[in-house]
């Protein structure tokens, strides 16, 4: 099995900061990892995919990367509308797809 | 415009069944890979199931294998997810939602409805 490990499970940061959030996984998948966003109440939204990909629509602030088994999701300039809890997910085990823990973004 | 709606959620009692539909609007529904999401209160996302195109390929979370059955039918752009022997762990709010590409790839849900809760008690 493919362990993830997302971190931290929770943040607090101030509007125009730079935040970063990661995934370490036990062992090399490639980009097979996504990026959510979720807030209260409502569906997740995709943000990120294959690692490095921006889904249309979601704001350029967002980016991911990979470095073997590490992967971020950076969000270079915090905007009001940002707070909320973050979920990677591998899809390297395809088609069963698992998520991380979620990283809960709370304003400072 | 792309939608997904579910139903059928609602109260249920322990060993009790329920069927979730998901009506799906605004893209080719024969064409792509569906998948069932939930997540237990207060918790995080977890994958439930997910469906070939044709509804021949199935794969389910060791939980609720031999208890849930996910189905589609494309000629009502409908996927379903019936849920028998329910357990306590369970409850939980289901979505639905367009995986990408299943098996063909490393795939993603890009499309997700709004949610549906099933709550399981006594």
């Known amino acids: 099995d493919i362990q993830m490990t997302q971190s931290p499970s929770s943040l607090s940061a101030s509007v125009g900061d730079r935040v970063t959030i990661t995934c370490r996984t036990s062992q090399n998948i490639y980009r097979s990892v996504n990026w959510y966003q979720q807030k209260p109440g409502k569906a997740p939204k995709l943000l990120i995919y294959a690692a490095l990909t921006l889904q249309s629509g979601v704001p350029s602030r967002f980016s991911g990367s990979e470095s073997g088994t590490e992967f971020t999701l950076t969000i270079s300039s915090l905007q009001p509308e940002d707070f909320a809890t973050y979920y990677c997910q591998q899809c390297y085990t395809t088609p069963v797809c698992t998520f991380g823990q979620g990283t809960k973004l709370e304003i400072k | 415009e792309v939608q997904l709606v579910e139903s059928g959620g609602g109260l249920v009692q322990p060993g009790g069944s329920l069927r979730l539909s998901c009506a799906v609007s605004g893209f080719n529904f024969s064409n792509y890979w569906m998948t069932w999401v939930r997540q237990a209160p207060g918790t995080g996302l977890e994958w439930v199931a997910n469906i070939r195109q044709d509804g021949d390929e199935k794969y389910y979370v060791d939980s609720v294998r031999g208890r849930f059955a996910i189905s589609r039918d494309n000629a009502k752009n409908s996927l379903y997810l019936h849920m028998t022997s329910l357990r306590d762990e369970d409850t939980a709010v289901y979505f639905c939602?367009?995986?990408?590409?299943?098996?063909?790839?490393?795939?993603?849900?890009?499309?997700w409805g709004q949610g549906i809760l099933v709550a399981v008690s006594s």
């Open positions: 939602a367009r995986d990408f590409c299943g098996a063909d790839c490393f795939g993603y849900f890009d499309y």
